[in-house]
């Protein structure tokens, strides 16, 4: 048909202005240990490899149910009981891969490009911990913010250079900041969170 691509007239100005980016996009400069796909709509942990082996684990034993077992179930129940028997794990294997996959390729909290701007009221940012020296270097800074109505000391991610959120960890092994960070489980190959 076209052999340089579409014509000019025939692409939106968003795709346009996608094509014409020399800026990559955040996924392809992204420090953190993710693995992307699909151009950055499917992010990954590093472990995502275990995923498969979930799936494996999830879909062999309701293959081999269905290849062996099946027929036994058919003609045991009567009116058509059997056949919603085979039906519904295959329902329900359908819809745990598809909730395995949107919790596995889930967003982490984004990072900034740049550190951030110190503040004006420089006072309230502070370098002391428990147990440490005051003005300790090696260890991130804390800064006091207000959240209803009480002071709330957050760190400083010098990885991903934001402060953390309350409430919001680091997680080693993806290499983000994780909002209520509960584990890194390797069998969905991600930071799991709680809600």
């Known amino acids: 048909m076209y052999s340089g691509g579409l014509p000019p007239h025939h692409v939106c100005n ?18 953190g240990s993710n693995i992307f796909f699909l151009g950055g709509h499917l992010i990954f942990g590093p472990d995502f490899r275990s995923l498969f082996l979930t799936v494996c684990l999830i879909v062999v034993p309701v293959i081999l149910f269905c290849a062996f077992i099946s027929q036994r179930i058919v003609n045991e129940f009567p009116h058509h009981l059997g056949h919603l028997i085979i039906v519904l794990p295959a329902v329900f294997t359908t819809y745990i891969i598809i909730i395995l996959f949107l919790a596995s390729g889930k967003y982490p909290v984004p990072r900034n490009h ?42 400083y991610c010098q990885t991903c250079m934001l402060y953390r959120s309350p409430r919001c960890s680091h997680c080693s092994i993806c290499n983000n900041c994780v909002e209520r960070f509960d584990h890194h489980c390797p069998w969905v190959g991600q930071c799991i969170e709680k809600v």
């Open 14 to 31: 968003s795709n346009r202005r996608i094509m014409m980016a020399t800026n990559p996009r955040l996924y392809q400069v992204w420090k």
């Open 114 to 155: 740049h550190p951030p701007e110190p503040d004006d009221d420089v006072s309230r940012i502070s370098t002391e911990w428990a147990g440490s020296q005051s003005g300790a270097q090696s260890l991130p800074p804390t800064k006091e913010v207000i959240v209803n109505g009480m002071v709330v000391r957050v760190k």
